[in-house]
């Protein structure tokens, strides 16, 4: 224990000092203590002992290793051209004290999250009793287009006032594949909430596979505009809106599940821009991604809920939606005409808010117009009883919790 201490220490030290320059060399957090059991074996931080990690802002590569359990107190967040590389396996455990705990990569830095779906990467509060909300989450800041802002400006992300947003279509954040995060989602007030994976103007080029938020008291997964392809989504229990864009989204959501707990709000929550900001972007554009093989479960049609909500002009090509368990299947709110602020229905009236394949099942009332637009539901959705979802059920295993 003697030994333990010690290198706990140095280690800290270490960290802090790595802060203030940019030619160091990677930081390899490890623990290569050995202790002798009566059977000759070794017995390291893989086996219960946890290691620390400074909050700072780090300028040198931060390297976790595989299969150990590290511990994080406060902000810890990668800046420009530094890489937080996370072996296969590894768990990070928060101190449960909300907002102020999160890791946050910045513009320009990277996030390299390789786990398996043998070993997942998970990330969750480090409370002997876990509930949502008892830390931050996972923040990942690019350079791609975002419409709260004008040209080449960038705005500033809810939690940490770090930028984001840009010009490029191609930026890369990083891989985060096979990675969990649980009982994220600490409040900083009553509107600036962290959730469990929020991307802020990601690009394209960021590579985001076999991701879980459960358990998170704000949003599972937030877009704030950007391009950035997720494939593989699940979000289990999460209080507020299991996914939500907002900012001019133009990305892809493909194989999707989303299951509601107790506390729950929306299935999706989609809006063309941030109503807090309005939309700035010139010439103007909207939130438009492509959503493919979705799966969102309900507590049942009589709970008054909607499975998705869109609205503030957002746009989105929708295929193969299944929806069980809602009063609501889709709620449209905006202002009617081309020129409103909020043209919701003008997109489903030009082609560019569509659904084709939709299954319902115990949905009270499949579609809710309040876009002030006329039109048919036909013009909305087509092949309703022809989608089967996503099959979560064996890209699902092994990986995933709450089930």
């Not at 220490?9 to 623990?31: E, Q, V, Y």
């Not at 600490?186 to 909430?193: P, V, Y």
């Not at 358990?215 to 704030?224: K, M, N, P, S, T």
């Not at 876009?371 to 036909?378: E, I, Q």
């Given at each position: 224990?003697?030994?333990?201490?010690?290198?706990?220490?140095?280690?800290?030290?270490?960290?802090?000092?790595?802060?203030?320059?940019?030619?160091?060399?990677?930081?390899?957090?490890?623990?290569?203590?050995?202790?002798?059991?009566?059977?000759?074996?070794?017995?390291?931080?893989?086996?219960?002992?946890?290691?620390?990690?400074?909050?700072?802002?780090?300028?040198?590569?931060?390297?976790?290793?595989?299969?150990?359990?590290?511990?994080?107190?406060?902000?810890?967040?990668?800046?420009?051209?530094?890489?937080?590389?996370?072996?296969?396996?590894?768990?990070?455990?928060?101190?449960?004290?909300?907002?102020?705990?999160?890791?946050?990569?910045?513009?320009?830095?990277?996030?390299i999250a390789n786990g398996t779906a043998a070993n997942p990467i998970v990330m969750t509060s480090g409370a002997s009793n876990p509930a949502a909300g008892q830390w931050g989450?996972?923040?990942?800041?690019?350079?791609?287009?975002?419409?709260?802002?004008?040209?080449?400006?960038?705005?500033?992300?809810?939690?940490?006032?770090?930028?984001?947003?840009?010009?490029?279509?191609?930026?890369?954040?990083?891989?985060?594949?096979?990675?969990?995060?649980?009982?994220?989602?600490?409040?900083?007030?009553?509107?600036?909430?962290?959730?469990?994976?929020?991307?802020?103007?990601?690009?394209?080029?960021?590579?985001?596979?076999?991701?879980?938020?459960?358990?998170?008291?704000?949003?599972?997964?937030?877009?704030?505009?950007?391009?950035?392809?997720?494939?593989?989504?699940?979000?289990?229990?999460?209080?507020?809106?299991?996914?939500?864009?907002?900012?001019?989204?133009?990305?892809?959501?493909?194989?999707?599940?989303?299951?509601?707990?107790?506390?729950?709000?929306?299935?999706?929550?989609?809006?063309?821009?941030?109503?807090?900001?309005?939309n700035l972007s010139n010439p103007k554009f909207w939130s438009k991604p492509t959503v493919k093989d979705v799966t969102i479960v309900g507590l049942g049609s009589s709970t008054?809920?909607?499975?998705?909500?869109?609205?503030?002009?957002?746009?989105?090509?929708?295929?193969?939606?299944?929806?069980?368990?809602?009063?609501?299947?889709?709620?449209?709110?905006?202002?009617?005409?081309?020129?409103?602020?909020?043209?919701?229905?003008?997109?489903?009236?030009?082609?560019?808010?569509?659904?084709?394949?939709?299954?319902?099942?115990?949905?009270?009332?499949?579609?809710?117009?309040?876009?002030?637009?006329?039109?048919?539901?036909?013009?909305?959705?087509?092949?309703?009883?022809?989608?089967?979802?996503?099959?979560?059920?064996?890209w699902g295993a092994s990986w995933t919790t709450g089930n």
């Amino acid at each position: 224990m003697k030994n333990n201490l010690l290198l706990g220490l140095a280690i800290t030290a270490l960290l802090f000092n790595s802060c203030s320059t940019d030619d160091t060399a990677d930081i390899i957090i490890t623990d290569n203590s050995i202790i002798n059991n009566n059977n000759g074996e070794n017995s390291g931080s893989g086996n219960g002992e946890e290691i620390a990690i400074s909050a700072a802002e780090y300028s040198s590569d931060l390297v976790l290793e595989a299969s150990k359990t590290y511990t994080i107190n406060g902000p810890v967040i990668m800046a420009n051209g530094a890489n937080l590389i996370i072996g296969e396996g590894v768990t990070v455990k928060a101190i449960a004290t909300g907002a102020d705990v999160y890791i946050a990569i910045s513009q320009g830095a990277k996030i390299i999250a390789n786990g398996t779906a043998a070993n997942p990467i998970v990330m969750t509060s480090g409370a002997s009793n876990p509930a949502a909300g008892q830390w931050g989450g996972l923040i990942i800041l690019g350079k791609a287009p975002i419409n709260s802002v004008t040209g080449n400006a960038t705005s500033t992300s809810e939690i940490g006032s770090l930028p984001y947003g840009g010009t490029e279509t191609s930026d890369s954040s990083g891989i985060i594949r096979y990675v969990r995060v649980e009982y994220s989602g600490g409040a900083a007030d009553g509107s600036s909430e962290n959730n469990g994976f929020s991307f802020y103007g990601v690009g394209a080029g960021t590579t985001v596979d076999y991701i879980q938020a459960y358990e998170g008291a704000d949003d599972g997964i937030e877009f704030f505009g950007g391009n950035v392809e997720v494939n593989h989504a699940v979000v289990i229990n999460c209080q507020d809106d299991s996914i939500d864009w907002t900012e001019g989204f133009t990305g892809k959501v493909t194989n999707a599940y989303v299951k509601h707990g107790a506390d729950h709000d929306k299935g999706f929550e989609c809006d063309g821009y941030n109503t807090d900001i309005g939309n700035l972007s010139n010439p103007k554009f909207w939130s438009k991604p492509t959503v493919k093989d979705v799966t969102i479960v309900g507590l049942g049609s009589s709970t008054g809920n909607e499975a998705i909500r869109l609205r503030a002009g957002t746009q989105g090509i929708f295929e193969n939606i299944l929806i069980e368990g809602f009063a609501e299947g889709f709620d449209l709110d905006g202002d009617a005409g081309a020129n409103s602020d909020n043209p919701t229905g003008t997109g489903v009236i030009n082609g560019d808010l569509d659904i084709t394949n939709v299954t319902f099942t115990d949905v009270t009332k499949q579609l809710k117009n309040d876009t002030g637009d006329t039109f048919a539901d036909a013009d909305f959705m087509t092949g309703i009883g022809n989608a089967t979802g996503t099959d979560y059920a064996i890209w699902g295993a092994s990986w995933t919790t709450g089930n």
